[in-house]
């Protein structure tokens, strides 16, 4: 049977600068280097498969903790991007780094201006519709001295650079989000401290939340009063969250964790966005009991379950309960990410065919979803909680020695149902 897409469905695949790029000085390059050796050692004491060490680099090794060169996509994008061409992407998403294009507060770098300029005409010319994310989780230095997203001034110099380039690329660019997962860089950086800037503090969480939502709410009202007509999205993380055997204590702590998570951040989403960006990763079983959150429980029994390289869960079926929950705010919704750490390659293919199955589901069902975004075009350094660069999420192998790419067998797969714009199922 197939499976059709709706006319004009959006393609692709996305990446952030920093994971990517290479060559960049921010806020976490800093912090890259007082920890690569500590996460290394740490590193030594887990059991780890043979196929994540024999690949370079490995967790043991220090640089795998250093974004460094990254892929030097800021030099090698006309090639990703006649990669992703040749997959039949018809989309991409990516995001500019604030810190080349504004290295100093007040001084913008033109150079950098019409590189990005340059990326969105390698874009443009490939039929490739650009989704320009403003911020994935990296601040300029001057930024991060002045307190980072703590301190309000920042929403001001954020929202001036947004202008900046909203009049720079406003003529090849329709769609932006303003924030990555702003939820995801409030929780390792501000509640677990495990990324920049380091910090454990509800109290100091809560100042960033309510800093970075003011500057998103902004962001929304500068491009309605300016006229600029862009459609403006947010990119918010969802799990499908269940309460561990729908025990009353863990339903409780459900409850908590939706008001956290996400109805915060819907509440200011729905009434400052023209569409919905969701990044849906994995389920999460809460469970009081054993300490909070156990990942990847959800509903056992499924034979469709499985776990990827950094242990997180499996679950297709979830994105299409995360729609339907997401249907009664009735915007447009992309799905901005959603993929798998998985270096063998061995299940992209089988988890992007049952994702995109749900997904139809959720279309037929009257759900208005416009776009999917995998996560990601490249391998990458994996952001969260530090990781670097032994998960493999790319539908593209990067050799870090060589910079060479290869394509991996499931982005044929992908590129399949992308070209056809339906997915075959049995
Ligand atoms: C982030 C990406 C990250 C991916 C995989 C998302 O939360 O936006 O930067 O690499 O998840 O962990």
């Known amino acids: 049977m197939e499976l059709k897409f709706p006319h004009g469905f959006f393609w692709g ?247 956290f998570a996400d109805a915060r951040f819907l509440k200011v989403f729905k009434d400052y966005s023209d569409f919905f960006g969701i990044q849906y990763y994995q389920p999460e079983s809460v469970n009081v009991k054993l300490g909070g959150r156990i990942m990847g429980l959800v509903e056992k029994k499924t034979t469709m379950q499985w776990l990827n390289d950094l242990g997180w869960g499996v679950f297709p079926e979830g994105i299409y309960h995360v729609l339907k929950q997401l249907a009664k705010f009735g915007k447009p919704i992309y799905i901005t990410e959603n993929g798998l750490a998985d270096a063998r390659d061995e299940s992209r293919g089988k988890f992007i065919r049952e994702h995109l199955r749900w997904l139809h589901k959720a279309i037929s069902e009257g759900i208005d979803v416009r776009g999917y975004f995998h996560w990601s075009l490249l391998d990458n350094f994996e952001f969260v909680d530090m990781r670097g660069y032994w998960p493999r999420f790319g539908l593209i192998e990067v050799d870090y020695k060589t910079l060479g790419r290869s394509i991996r067998p499931s982005a044929w797969e992908y590129a399949k149902i992308c070209k056809n714009n339906s997915l075959e199922i049995d």
């Open 13 to 259: 695949a996305a990446t952030s600068s920093h994971q990517v790029e290479g060559g960049n000085f921010n806020d976490w390059t800093q912090w890259e280097k007082e920890n690569s050796e500590g996460l290394a050692k740490a590193a030594a004491l887990k059991k780890w498969p043979q196929y994540i060490l024999d690949r370079y680099p490995n967790p043991l090794q220090p640089e795998n903790y250093i974004s460094g060169r990254a892929c030097d996509h800021y030099n090698l994008y006309e090639k990703d991007f006649e990669i992703a061409n040749e997959l039949g992407h018809n989309a991409h998403r990516f995001s500019l780094e604030w810190s080349r294009i504004e290295p100093e507060e007040g001084k913008f770098n033109e150079e950098a201006i019409e590189h990005y300029r340059k990326v969105l005409q390698a874009l443009k010319s490939r039929g490739l519709e650009p989704f320009v994310t403003l911020w994935h989780w990296t601040n300029p230095v001057w930024i991060q001295k002045i307190g980072g997203w703590e301190n309000p001034k920042t929403i001001e110099y954020f929202l001036r650079f947004a202008r900046r380039v909203f009049e720079e690329y406003g003529q090849s660019v329709k769609f932006w989000i303003p924030f990555n997962e702003p939820g995801t860089a409030i929780s390792y950086g501000y509640i677990y401290g495990t990324q920049p800037p380091g910090v454990r503090s509800k109290k100091r969480a809560n100042l960033v939340f309510a800093n970075l939502m003011e500057a998103h709410k902004k962001i929304f009202l500068l491009n309605k009063n300016e006229k600029f007509g862009f459609q403006i999205g947010c990119s918010h993380f969802i799990f499908y969250r269940k309460a561990h055997k729908n025990l009353p204590w863990n339903f409780l702590a459900k409850k908590i964790m939706d008001h």
